[in-house]
């Protein structure tokens, strides 16, 4: 049995360890799996998704990346009977299953569990990344949060660029705690890397603040600055060993000519905190 | 050395550097054709020819350049394989390029150097040894070459002269090979230059000099060898032989020569200049040029002709003054508005100015008059076989040695690459032709046709500007001669007081004036 | 022989590229649908290039390619929101883009500013107005059918990006080689300096160059948005050095050292046809980059064999 | 005045910038510990940029920088990974980045290859190694502190990063300016054909430059992740096309035409400054990129106003 799976952000931590776990449990199953990357480029992902249904695959996979992107290729992939599903991706037509963290629902446990921290007031920066389509949802969890605390001001706000997210954040934060300083209390990281960037930069600029940091991911770095008593507090961790396998075991159904449970699985989010990793900190 | 030795290959023996047979082809063309040359030590020798006859060809075997596909070259008689430039280096060879080759953004001080061995302190590299070495080669070749600015803003003329500087420097020569050193030089440095050689070849350095203007061939050097289609057709001592029997040697034909005439009196005005600001100085020119007048400019080198030729040719708009052409106005900077007022230019650096190089010769000899090769009129589609009738039209009337009109230009010999310059003026009814050194690097026999296209172009009614560092050329064509001095007009010579004598007195008077005021 | 293969090396190395992948699966790659199914995939990147090649042609870059084509896709989508009809949101696109090629072959022809430094200010400027359009968001939905429709489906059995890349590549050769402009426009890229003094008019002409290259670009941009329904202010990103290098490619294929649109097209095909085929013989991606790497190499050495050294 | 505009434009318009965000922010921008700070900030930058000027200087472009800053990081940390001691591991990360330096400059100079095709093929080539060396994810972990050291804190109230950078910059001045190979690189830049006839020889000089550059961007691989703390296989992609306009920007600011270090230190310093002060201001992402790209367009232009027209 032929499985693809195509994305176009395999260099992203997250996207990446969902493709490993996922081929794990592919050729666990016996699959021969095959990994198609085409970084950040979706005119290419297109084309490899023809590629794919011209070669007579027998299932699809997409991670990261939301299907209704290249809706006509998945209609290509369905039309030739090869079943389609997505993981860290959006629910769409002609996708069997989309097995994910719901990410506007991250962007809303990020945001409150930050607004908690500070209790409800303070200044925060916000790195985000709008282009990416699930990454762009967790800031509009941010906007629908922020409205129920006017006490939480954005006070900058960051683009990050990609490739190069780590160093540009530190850049970023550099610059920004030159103009504000201790006026800031927290950083709202819609992924991990950029907070990793600053908290870099507070440790050279200012390891005295206050300010605490909070992501999504849980990134190994994130996870390992947060265990090291860092300004870094949390990160929420996508259980994607979880999606792989849900995803797996629905593809795997699907195969065996049933159908998938249902068109959108949502695996829950883990906080990876200070407490959860058992250290002491005070 | 008391008897005259009329065919020198037969003395080999004594010879510093012998070339026997030397065979040498690009794809069908032959370039070299059983080429033998003898060269004696602290000799110069002349290696002439015409156009494409190989020439250059020969002397890039000797430079490692171009491997021979059969013959030898013997160096104080034993044969050796010149194996590239650096070899031929190591053997005491010198180089001057036919083709200037300079790196531009480079002074003259570090283009002398480059592939030679660099003065150091320590580790890093003694500016100061290095300009103190080419100060002394450069006092007496040329003492007002600028050495601290980029070659590339320096006139053709003066690239020359660094070229020849770079060529003189250095660990002590035993041959030096120039090609066409002086096609660029007016009277004044080539006589420099000639001192220069002379003070080589007393020295036992053994002198190539190849060159088309045969009146310094016959002043300088004391033997010669003759070049015709790749092969040598005679050898000898210069005293032994004239000008006229050079110019048979090379060509089996006699050379033609006219002179210069004046236009009639009340023949119109074509080309009028007036008040038009100029020089470093903002001096302001006026001169007007007849209908069937040949207007002579004279200068010695970086005496701004070429720039005052640009500005009259729009290529860099004028700050005041008008030029008009025909009573109609030329308007500022716009070279487009002149071609198609039937004006013409012949650039003086035919490899940088002139040539497109990566294009066809057919694509060179149509960029100008494009709607002249049109399937049809009004359509702007491009007809290849009009570009090649154009082609063969230029190749029969001026008489280029060349393959396809669909080869790229710089497989034609020097010679030939300056006629295709003229051809892309053909067809075009001329009203003004602007030749800045139009028969730079020409053999005789093509000058004579040039002047004659250009008497030509007169005789039908157009204005012709004209620069030429060369006395007889100027002589030859123009009974009107305008002197610029430091980008001034010091004299306008005409009648009894045009003399050779007059003219270069006017170029230098400018000089002369510096340095007493000093 | 030899000189067959250096002349058309290229060339050669495409049809041997196409035998050995046919060879390797005859079932999916060496079919006639997958080949037709290759000239639709190359179509954008080869239209991208073939404005490359209009700007190399007179010698110069265009590195704002890249922000051109995300540009397109942006603001065609912006308009559609806005609800201006297709049409006309096409052309305001086209336009748009024509004046930022103009610009571009401006500064470039006027003040002889390098065109790679004016290019990648240029096409910053435009990238932080697409980020400015779409608010850094992909943007989806209100794209009408119509406009969707410029690049799917088929004609006669053959994809209708295939026909836009027909139509694009016999234009721009019959530009580049067959009229006036065409040999202007590489009078000036062989020698700046002699084709003006020659009389051709260097700065209109070397705005007509980069206005064709952003207008293609655009156009792209626009195709690539009808192709996948969406718009990225980043979509056009992977296009700029594919494209140079489908450009560089074909220089060596045909006309040494001249940018030109047949050998463009050889050097797009190549790229294309050495995604699909690793793809469909399922080589994992690094493999696919060094494979792809170590045949642009043999494509260019090719030609190279038997010249003489140095 | 207009002349020494001219001359130094860029530099002119750099002391401008500055001036400008000190005026608009006195307590954040022009403080001396920022200024200082921005030095650190654009050292990576700047030294990608030092390498690509040698490369310019011989006149050929070096397109598989980007490819080799990843793998300068994800080689090494992959060594670490194996256990391998940091000095060994950089000095095998070098080495490779050396070899590959001196694949494309041989292809280059010896079969006359274009640089820009050649060192794209060779970067897609790193590229797959490196994806492969990382199975494509980000490596963290195993990263001794002692090599961490090598990018963080500071010594006299210095940045270690800015010392990077000053060493590195002094030794391509000297190397570039000063002794004789410098000179040997720039005539073949200046005209490949006159440094032949001359007897400089090409290849090795042109290998020379390639590794020179392959070899500073392998350094700036590893002292990113050494700021870092991790390795990306697509860290470097940043800096290929800021690297060049830095060269660019730097080509016009002093020397007419050639890239020269003290510029690409100007080009370089320009936009680490402008990153710098537009985020200080709090100025959004999209008028950052506009600002960015109009402000290099000034000083590119500045050098020109003034200069004959044509
Ligand atoms: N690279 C080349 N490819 C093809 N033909 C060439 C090449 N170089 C020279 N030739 C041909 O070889 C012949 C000899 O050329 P060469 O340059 O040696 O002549 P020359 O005697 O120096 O002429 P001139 O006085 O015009 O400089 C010419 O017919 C020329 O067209
Ligand atoms: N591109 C340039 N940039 C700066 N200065 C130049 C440039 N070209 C010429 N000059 C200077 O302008 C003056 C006049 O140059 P021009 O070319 O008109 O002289 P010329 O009389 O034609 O000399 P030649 O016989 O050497 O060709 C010279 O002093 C020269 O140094
Ligand atoms: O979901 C992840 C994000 O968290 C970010 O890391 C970018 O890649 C996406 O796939
Ligand atoms: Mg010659
Ligand atoms: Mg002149």
Redesign the interface.
């Known amino acids: 049995t032929?499985v693809?799976i195509l994305t176009p952000y395999?260099s992203s931590i997250p996207t990446n360890d969902m493709v490993q776990a996922f081929k794990t449990e592919g050729e666990a199953r016996g699959w021969?799996v095959?990994?198609?990357?085409?970084?950040?480029?979706?005119?290419?992902?297109?084309?490899?998704m023809?590629?794919?249904v011209?070669?007579?695959a027998d299932a699809i996979v997409l991670v990261s990346t939301t299907a209704?992107?290249?809706?006509?290729?998945v209609a290509l992939a369905a039309d030739a009977g090869i079943p389609v599903i997505s993981l860290d991706g959006a629910k769409a037509e002609n996708v069997a299953v989309n097995v994910t963290s719901n990410n506007f629902d991250l962007g809303v446990q990020l945001s409150e569990a930050l607004f908690t921290a500070l209790d409800g007031k303070g200044n925060i920066v916000k790195f985000?990344?709008?282009?990416?389509?699930g990454v762009?949802q967790r800031e509009l969890g941010l906007d629908a949060t922020l409205a129920r605390y006017p006490d939480i001001n954005v006070i900058a706000e960051h683009?990050v660029q990609v490739p190069g997210p780590v160093d540009n954040g530190r850049v970023a934060m550099e610059n920004i705690l030159r103009q504000y300083g201790d006026q800031i209390d927290g950083v709202w990281a819609a992924f991990d890397d950029p907070g990793i960037g600053a908290e870099l930069a507070f440790e050279a600029e200012a390891p005295e603040s206050k300010a605490i940091i909070m992501g999504i991911d849980g990134n190994e770095q994130a996870v390992d600055m947060i265990e090291s008593c860092t300004h870094y507090k949390m990160s929420l961790r996508q259980d994607f060993a979880g999606m792989a396998q849900i995803g797996a075991q629905q593809l795997e159904t699907i195969l065996a000519g049933g159908t998938a449970e249902s068109d959108e699985i949502y695996v829950a989010a883990v906080p990876i905190t200070v407490e959860s990793l058992g250290v002491d900190c005070k | 050395m008391t008897k005259p030795e009329p065919d020198l290959t037969l003395r080999a023996d004594h010879a510093f550097l012998t070339l026997r047979g030397l065979k040498k082809h690009f794809g069908g063309a032959k370039a070299l054709d059983g080429a033998d040359l003898v060269v004696e030590a602290g000799s110069v020798h002349s290696l002439v020819g015409e156009n494409g006859a190989g020439k250059s060809t020969l002397i890039k075997t000797l430079s490692g350049l171009i491997v021979p596909d059969a013959g030898e070259i013997l160096v104080d008689g034993l044969p050796v394989t010149i194996a590239g430039v650096q070899h031929a280096e190591s053997l005491g060879f010198r180089f001057i390029h036919q083709e200037l080759s300079l790196v531009p953004y480079f002074t003259a001080v570090e283009n002398a150097f480059i592939g030679r061995p660099y003065p150091r302190k320590g580790p890093f590299i003694d500016r100061a040894a290095m300009r103190r070495t080419i100060e002394e080669t450069a006092r007496s070749i040329a003492p007002d070459l600028p050495l601290d600015i980029p070659v590339g803003q320096m006139t053709t003329g003066q690239k020359q002269l660094v070229e020849i500087i770079r060529a003189l420097i250095g660990a002590p020569a035993r041959l030096i090979v120039m090609d066409e050193p002086t096609a660029s030089l007016s009277d004044g440095e080539a006589a420099r230059l000639h001192e220069a050689v002379k003070k080589m070849s007393d020295k036992g350095v053994a002198v190539i000099f190849i060159s088309h203007r045969l009146d310094e061939v016959m002043q300088i050097c004391d033997s010669f060898t003759v070049l015709r289609s790749g092969c040598t057709v005679g050898a000898g001592r210069i005293a032994e032989t004239d000008r006229a029997g050079l110019v048979h040697l090379m060509s089996g034909r006699e050379e033609v020569r006219g002179a210069a005439q004046m236009p009639a009196p009340d023949s119109p005005v074509v080309l009028r200049v007036r008040d038009v600001p100029y020089g470093s100085r903002g001096t302001q020119v006026s001169f007007d040029i007849r209908a069937g007048e040949i207007l002579g400019l004279y200068g010695l080198v970086g005496a701004g002709r070429s720039s005052l030729m640009?500005l009259i040719?729009g290529?860099q708009p004028h700050a005041g003054g008008q030029i008009e052409l025909d009573g109609k106005v030329l308007r500022a900077g716009r070279?487009?508005d002149?071609?198609a007022k039937g004006a013409a230019?012949v650039?003086e650096d035919r490899r940088?100015?002139?040539?497109?190089?990566?294009?066809s010769i057919a694509?060179n000899l149509?960029?100008?008059q494009?709607?002249k090769v049109?399937h049809q009129a009004g359509m702007?589609?491009?007809s290849r076989r009009k570009m090649v009738e154009r082609s063969e039209a230029v190749q029969s009337t001026l008489s280029v040695k060349m393959g396809s009109p669909w080869d790229g230009p710089l497989t034609l010999s020097g010679g030939n690459q300056q006629k295709l310059l003229f051809g892309?003026w053909f067809g075009q009814a001329t009203r003004l032709l602007i030749l800045d050194e139009p028969s730079r690097g020409v053999d005789v026999g093509a000058k004579a046709e040039i002047h004659a296209l250009a008497r030509r172009f007169a005789a039908q009614g157009a204005a012709v500007l004209m620069t030429t560092s060369d006395m007889d050329e100027l002589m030859a064509l123009s009974a009107r001669v305008l002197v610029l001095a430091s980008g001034e007009i010091t004299a306008e010579l005409t009648g009894d007081s045009l003399t050779p004598t007059r003219v270069i007195d006017a170029a230098f008077q400018h000089q002369t004036e510096k340095e007493t005021q000093v | 022989m030899t000189t067959f293969v250096r002349r058309y090396g290229t060339l050669v190395a495409l049809v041997a590229i196409i035998a050995a992948f046919s060879i390797a699966?005859p079932q999916?790659f060496g079919?006639a649908?997958?080949l037709i199914?290759i000239t639709q995939?190359m179509t954008?990147?080869a239209i991208v290039a073939i404005g490359a090649t209009v700007v190399m042609a007179v010698g110069e870059f265009d590195?704002s390619t890249a922000s051109v084509v995300s540009f397109g896709g942006i603001f065609s989508v912006f308009l559609f929101k806005l609800g201006v009809p297709a049409p006309l949101a096409c052309l305001a696109v086209l336009a748009a883009a024509g004046v930022f090629g103009a610009v571009s072959g401006f500064?470039v022809a006027?003040?002889?500013?390098?065109s790679?430094?004016?290019t990648?200010?240029?096409?910053?400027?435009?990238?932080?107005?697409?980020?400015?359009l779409s608010?850094?968001?992909?943007l989806?939905g209100d794209i009408p059918a119509g406009f969707r429709d410029l690049a799917?489906g088929k004609s006669f059995g053959i994809p209708i990006l295939t026909f836009w890349l027909i139509g694009v590549a016999i234009m721009a050769w019959l530009v580049l080689d067959?009229?006036?402009?065409g040999?202007?426009l590489?009078?000036i890229?062989?020698?700046r300096?002699?084709?003006?003094?020659?009389?051709?008019?260097?700065?209109s002409n070397t705005m007509v160059a980069f206005i064709a290259s952003a207008v293609l670009a655009a156009l792209v941009g626009m195709l690539?948005t009808a192709?996948?329904?969406?718009a990225?202010?980043?979509?056009g990103?992977?296009?700029l050095?594919s494209a140079?290098?489908a450009v560089?490619?074909g220089?060596?294929a045909f006309r040494e050292?001249?940018a030109n649109v047949p050998g463009t097209l050889v050097g797009a095909a190549i790229i294309?046809v050495v995604?699909?085929g690793l793809?469909?013989l399922?080589v994992?991606?690094?493999?696919?980059?060094?494979?792809?790497?170590?045949i642009?190499?043999a494509a260019?050495?090719v030609r190279?064999t038997g010249?003489q050294?140095?």
Not at chain 1, 128 to 133: I, K, L, R, V
Not at chain 3, 227 to 230: K, N, T, V
């Open positions: 032929d693809n395999m021969n095959t990994v198609i990357d085409t970084r950040n480029d979706f005119a290419q992902l297109a084309s490899r023809e590629d794919t011209n070669a007579k209704e992107l290249i809706a006509d290729q985000f990344h709008s282009a990416h389509p762009y683009f | 640009k040719w290529a070279i487009s002149r071609i230019y650039p940088n100015e002139g040539l497109i190089t990566s294009r694509d149509a960029v100008s494009l709607p049109r702007p589609w491009t892309r | 699966s999916a079919t649908s997958n199914n995939q954008l990147l590195l500064i006027r003040f002889e500013v390098l790679f430094i004016t990648l200010a240029v096409g910053t400027i435009i990238g932080g107005i697409t980020f400015w608010n850094g968001a992909t989806f799917r067959k009229i006036e402009i040999r202007r590489y009078a890229g062989g020698n300096e002699a084709a003006r003094l020659a009389g051709v008019r260097i700065v690539l192709r996948i329904g969406s990225s202010p980043t979509g990103g992977g296009f050095l140079y290098a560089f490619l220089m060596t050292g001249e294309a995604g699909n793809t469909i399922g994992s991606t690094f493999m696919q980059d060094i494979i792809t790497g170590l642009i190499l260019v050495l190279r010249a050294g140095r």
